[in-house]
């Protein structure tokens, strides 16, 4: 990702896979534990990679209804296309 000068918003369960500090590829937020509460402004640093996230995530969720996806074997290119009609789609069918 970084050679194609590309970026990421991702979950806690990223956290390490970029060690990058200065420039990191991969953005995730911050984790809390028992004995480390997060402060007001890494709290806003993940609402506000939560609002960004939240739009793909509902995506993958209503492409899990197209069945025919289970079955599909062809070349990504084609499959970013199909994927992009059923998102119209299901957004159209949402907004109803």
Do not use: C
């Not at 970084?2 to 991969?26: H, S």
């Amino acid at each position: 990702m970084r050679a194609a000068g590309l970026g990421a918003l991702a979950d806690l369960g990223f956290r390490g896979l970029d060690n990058d500090l200065l420039a990191p590829v991969i953005v995730t937020g911050y984790a809390a534990s028992r004995t480390h509460k997060l402060a007001a402004g890494q709290k806003e640093t993940n609402r506000v990679l939560a609002v960004g996230r939240a739009p793909v995530e509902h995506g993958f969720a209503h492409l899990k209804n197209w069945r025919t996806l289970t079955r599909l074997r062809t070349d990504p290119a084609r499959a970013t296309q199909l994927l992009r009609a059923l998102l119209v789609l299901t957004n159209i069918e949402i907004n109803r």
